[in-house]
């Protein structure tokens, strides 16, 4: 007796619920994710076990590289316009067009002396980068205008918007008196509160 084959159906099985679902939730993470800005050098932090997170907005961040450069980064594009004419006044610097404005508001590092800001805004954006990576940084001690620029764009920071936080982000080699500079500078402007960005590691075993 030959055996009886039973046919085979093709199973069809509707995925344009899962593919809708999926756009749904790519656009969701597109829309409400943090993306870490640039940075003109790269940093490696030291390792700790606080889980203290630091604000998502309204901070300034003061990096520090290796050899002790400073950069600054402020996070909103509106707190950068105000403090950009801040320094150009305090400094008697010639009026920013409203192309080197946008330009300021539009990068993400400040990272040359306050002389240079004419020059730096006056370029395309990826020959900024370069100039930020071959600068030595914000000045914390120069002769020109006021002792400190450092402090100068803390203060000026600061006073446009009073609800800013302070974080700082040093190499894990970078020397202590170079790191020590920039706590004097906010101890002189008294500003005690800021936080260190670390990465985090392991809680030691038996705490």
């Given at each position: 007796?030959?055996k009886?084959?039973?046919?085979?159906?093709?199973?069809?099985?509707?995925?344009?619920?899962?593919?809708?679902?999926?756009?749904?939730?790519?656009?969701?993470?597109?829309?409400?994710?943090?993306?870490?800005?640039?940075?003109?050098?790269?940093?490696?932090?030291?390792?700790?076990?606080?889980?203290?997170?630091?604000?998502?907005?309204?901070?300034?961040?003061?990096?520090?590289?290796?050899?002790g450069?400073?950069?600054?980064?402020?996070?909103?594009?509106?707190?950068?316009?105000?403090?950009?004419?801040?320094?150009?006044?305090?400094?008697?610097?010639?009026?920013?067009?409203?192309?080197?404005?946008?330009?300021?508001?539009?990068?993400?590092?400040?990272?040359?002396?306050?002389?240079?800001?004419?020059?730096?805004?006056?370029?395309?954006?990826?020959?900024?980068?370069?100039?930020?990576?071959?600068?030595?940084?914000?000045?914390?001690?120069?002769?020109?205008?006021?002792?400190n620029?450092?402090?100068?764009?803390?203060?000026?920071?600061?006073?446009?918007?009073?609800?800013?936080?302070?974080?700082?982000?040093?190499?894990?080699?970078?020397?202590?008196?170079?790191?020590?500079?920039v706590?004097?500078?906010?101890?002189?402007?008294?500003?005690?509160?800021?936080?260190?960005?670390?990465?985090?590691?392991?809680?030691?075993?038996?705490?």
């Amino acid at each position: 007796m030959s055996k009886v084959k039973n046919k085979k159906h093709d199973t069809f099985i509707d995925m344009t619920a899962m593919s809708d679902m999926t756009v749904l939730l790519l656009t969701f993470f597109m829309l409400t994710a943090n993306f870490i800005p640039k940075e003109p050098v790269q940093v490696m932090t030291p390792a700790s076990v606080s889980e203290i997170k630091i604000p998502e907005y309204d901070v300034l961040t003061i990096l520090i590289d290796p050899t002790g450069r400073v950069f600054l980064n402020l996070d909103k594009p509106e707190d950068k316009e105000a403090v950009l004419k801040a320094i150009g006044k305090a400094y008697n610097l010639p009026n920013f067009s409203k192309e080197q404005i946008s330009s300021f508001r539009n990068q993400t590092s400040i990272g040359v002396s306050v002389r240079q800001l004419h020059e730096f805004l006056n370029k395309p954006m990826d020959e900024q980068d370069q100039m930020l990576k071959e600068s030595g940084g914000v000045p914390t001690d120069t002769i020109l205008g006021p002792s400190n620029q450092l402090a100068k764009w803390i203060e000026l920071s600061k006073q446009a918007n009073p609800s800013l936080a302070l974080a700082i982000k040093a190499d894990q080699q970078t020397p202590y008196p170079m790191v020590k500079k920039v706590f004097s500078t906010l101890q002189d402007l008294k500003e005690n509160r800021y936080s260190l960005i670390t990465t985090l590691r392991a809680m030691p075993a038996g705490l």
